[in-house]
């Protein structure tokens, strides 16, 4: 496609509920990125993949965060037992290269209610 | 903490003015960038400018990056109703994690 595409738009989760976000990347990018957005407030780097090897997790809040790109392509971000604080806007973007030269582009995000 | 910071301030601007935002960093970067965000949606990139360059343009948007200040500005000339949006700025240290400021508001009133 022409932009990367997150879905759901939207998701409602009760609390201890798991959730599934997807993210398409940019057919032949290379870089995908996961963030997260409160309320407000800056986007917060989650996760980094290069192809499918994810090179940087370091930004997970925890163990019930979980992301994915099995084949290189699309990505999955999961949450495990959803708590009040997960919820946030959660943004994918994807890089045509990896290297620090490159800027992002970013998905529309998948905003997470956790009631 | 976070690297980028704007200044915390909500800019209102009459349509045809110019609109201004400061951007403050710690550490020593590669590149700092600007972002757009419009209400409930992604980020759009607007400008990379690259840690040995001290002026960039890109259309009306004009950055400025002073390294031995750590700081950045965003200029937009002759603004439009269209530029009302957040802005961020984001350093990249070389480790390809942007690490984004809180963001500056920006109305333009018509």
């Known amino acids: 496609g022409a932009g990367v595409s997150q879905s759901p738009r939207y998701k409602v989760a009760k609390r201890g509920q798991d959730v599934a976000l997807r993210c398409d990347p940019i057919?032949?990018?290379?870089?995908l990125f996961w963030y997260q957005q409160a309320l407000g407030q800056g986007p917060e780097f989650l996760t980094y993949?290069?192809?499918?090897?994810?090179?940087?997790k370091s930004g997970l809040p925890s163990d019930r965060f979980f992301a994915e790109r099995p084949e290189g392509s699309v990505s999955t971000l999961k949450i495990q037992r959803t708590q009040q604080e997960d919820s946030a806007v959660y943004l994918c973007?994807?890089?045509?290269?990896?290297?620090?030269?490159?800027?992002?582009?970013f998905g529309s995000g998948t905003r997470l209610t956790v009631v | 903490s976070q690297q980028g910071e704007e200044d915390p301030q909500a800019l209102s601007i009459q349509e045809g003015e110019n609109a201004t935002m400061n951007c403050s960093y710690k550490?020593?970067?590669?590149?700092l960038q600007w972002y757009r965000q419009n209400s409930g949606r992604g980020l759009v990139h607007l400008i990379l400018?690259?840690?040995?360059?001290r002026e960039k343009h890109s259309g009306r948007l004009r950055v400025t990056l002073d390294t031995s200040k750590k700081s950045s500005s965003l200029l937009i000339t002759a603004s439009r109703a269209a530029d009302t949006a957040s802005y961020f700025c984001a350093t990249n240290r070389g480790n390809n994690r942007l690490a984004f400021g809180k963001g500056n508001q920006v109305v333009v009133i018509p």
């Open positions: 550490t020593s970067i590669n590149n």
């Open positions: 057919s032949g990018h290379v870089s």
């Open positions: 400018i690259r840690s040995n360059e």
């Open positions: 993949f290069q192809n499918e090897a994810q090179l940087d």
């Open positions: 973007a994807s890089s045509l290269a990896w290297g620090q030269d490159y800027g992002y582009t």
